[in-house]
């Protein structure tokens, strides 16, 4: 059989139970399905530490440290430092999750927005992208980022679930969008417009494992291997092979994450 081809998924939680106690059989699964690189996201303080310490100990893996907007609180002296010393690791590509979610609503809005700002000052000064997580917020989104647009580097709206309108806004703000495995589920017509019509140059694939499982598999835990899925739907959307596709995700993640070819 030929092998696969390359893949990085963008977003996972291998700190989660489903993974925690069995990194090397996930990684090998992966591997198995082309997915060669994995970056793990920290969602607090905690998890991000966690995050940071697995992308030390496997080649990989790589990891970003951040406080999810479910998670979000004003942050005071130590814990921004905390964050900051875990972020500028230097297997610690990025700042996130952070953003804001108006669906779950977990967290008072002017404290999620708060938490946001102070993580985007945070990615501005170390010189890392923003994995950014919003669901039902694009407004008070595109009204803070420009604050900090001129000092962040590009970065990533993971699990985009906007529609093409909100895609274009993303695009133009230089915006990477990672795709997840619900684009190949049968009524994700607005997520599959997208992943038609962006630019290849600015897709990620991404799993956001153990969660939103793509077909076959849906409705079960997710894991990284299945980001081969994710790839194969988006190929098929754009009518490319998907060595192409798996090619300019991978390309661009290394991009946006400045992560070094394995070679
Ligand atoms: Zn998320
Ligand atoms: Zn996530």
Same mark, same amino acid.
């Given at each position: 059989?030929?092998?696969?081809? +390359? ?17 090397? !059989? ?55 430092? +905390? ?46 992208? !923003? ?66 019509? !962006? ?62 070819? !394995?070679?």
């Amino acid at each position: 059989m030929q092998n696969p081809p +390359e893949l990085i998924d963008s977003h996972a939680h291998l700190d989660f139970p489903e993974f925690i106690d069995s990194i090397p !059989a996930t990684l090998d699964r992966a591997r198995d399905s082309g997915v060669r690189t994995i970056i793990t996201i920290g969602i607090d303080l905690p998890t991000s530490r966690i995050a940071a310490d697995l992308a030390q100990r496997y080649d990989s893996i790589y990891a970003t440290a951040g406080i999810h907007p479910h998670d979000a609180f004003i942050a005071d002296g130590p814990a921004l430092k +905390e964050l900051e010393l875990i972020a500028r690791g230097d297997r610690v590509v990025g700042i996130g999750e952070i953003g804001l979610d108006y669906f779950r609503n977990q967290k008072p809005r002017i404290i999620q927005q708060e938490c946001l700002r102070q993580q985007l000052a945070l990615a501005c000064r170390i010189d890392k992208p !923003a994995v950014f997580h919003i669901r039902e917020a694009w407004e008070d989104f595109f009204g803070i980022i420009p604050e900090f647009v001129s000092s962040l580097p590009p970065s990533v709206m993971h699990c985009f679930s906007g529609d093409w309108e909100i895609a274009r806004k993303c695009l133009d703000l230089g915006l990477y969008l990672s795709i997840p495995g619900v684009v190949t589920f049968p009524k994700a017509d607005a997520l599959q417009e997208v992943a038609s019509r !962006a630019p290849l140059d600015r897709l990620l694939v991404e799993t956001d494992a153990p969660y939103l499982a793509p077909v076959p598999h849906r409705g079960k835990d997710n894991e990284p291997a299945f980001a081969a899925h994710t790839a194969r739907k988006i190929a098929e959307l754009r009518g490319i092979p998907l060595s192409e596709l798996a090619e300019a995700t991978t390309r661009n993640t290394r991009r946006v994450f400045r992560i070094k070819d !394995a070679g």
